[in-house]
Nanobody, 128 residues
Framework: QVQLVESGGGLVQAGGSLRLSCEAS????????MGWFRQAPGKEREFVVS????????VYADSVKARFTISRDNAKNMVYLQMNSLKPEDTAVYYC?????????????????????WGQGTQVTVSS
């Protein structure tokens, strides 16, 4: 069983930055692929970025590539999402997710169905 707790959301002006954190409980954290998803009002939850168990592989949604950076610290059971050059369209609830079925990530594994543990989410609001 894994519990995930996100933090770091808030209100920021367009062009600003935020850093989200996700703390995971449980053992064998490095065996889990981790991902960030987001859900804007009235829209479905969508993939943002994922990182492999080792941290060596990442996959980004085209909409955030070159602006967002995911990282993880397996010694601390933490995953981070650095978000720069934020846009109003980045406004959403951001969710941290863990996959117990794989430690690998690829563009063929973007679906939420790969992830079986989810945090409660943290609100990110970008004002124009």
């Amino acid at each position: 069983q894994v519990q995930l707790v996100e933090s770091g959301g808030g209100l920021v002006q367009a062009g600003g930055s935020l850093r989200l954190s996700c703390e995971a409980s449980g053992r064998a954290f490095s065996s889990y692929a981790m991902g960030w998803f987001r859900q804007a009002p009235g829209k479905e939850r969508e993939f943002v970025v994922s990182i492999s168990g080792s941290g060596r592989a990442t996959v980004y949604a085209d909409s955030v590539k070159a602006r967002f950076t995911i990282s993880r610290d397996n010694a601390k059971n933490m995953v981070y999402l650095q978000m720069n050059s934020l846009k109003p369209e980045d406004t959403a609830v951001y969710y941290c997710a863990a996959s117990s079925s794989t430690s690998y990530v690829s563009r063929e594994r973007l679906s939420q169905s790969w992830y079986d543990y989810w945090g409660q989410g943290t609100q990110v609001t970008v004002s124009s």
